[in-house]
């Protein structure tokens, strides 16, 4: 069973940084793509960053490039993400995924609420 458990959010002012964490279960972590995600409240849920099974590929949203930045530890079955130089404009939960190149997995994670407030 895919499971997803989110962690590190937090209340944050601007300029401040955050590190997210994301345990993972259930399927072969080593080959997965890792990507993650976020909702803002009344938005729709939209696309993050994104690392390949070998860690050597990244994508950002335009948003957060140059702010965040994502990685994984193979050997623990963890997604990371750094956010620095937050925005009031980040606030959201946020929430981690994985999957393969046709898709993702359908399992999502209870998210953690990112809060940038000055």
């Known amino acids: 069973q895919v499971q997803f458990v989110e962690s590190g959010g937090g209340l944050v002012q601007p300029g401040e940084s955050l590190r997210l964490s994301c345990t993972t279960s259930?399927?072969?972590?080593?080959?997965?793509?890792l990507k993650w995600y976020r909702q803002a409240p009344g938005k729709e849920r939209e696309f993050v960053a994104r690392?390949?099974?070998?860690?050597?590929?990244?994508n950002y949203a335009d948003s957060v490039q140059g702010r965040f930045i994502i990685s994984r530890d193979n050997a623990k079955k963890m997604m990371f993400l750094q956010m620095n130089s937050l925005k009031l404009e980040d606030t959201a939960v946020y929430y981690c995924k994985a999957g393969t190149n046709a898709g993702d997995y359908a399992t999502w994670g209870q998210g953690t609420q990112v809060t940038v407030d000055s």
């Open positions: 690392i390949d099974s070998t860690g050597r590929r990244k």
């Open positions: 259930g399927f072969i972590f080593g080959a997965a793509v």
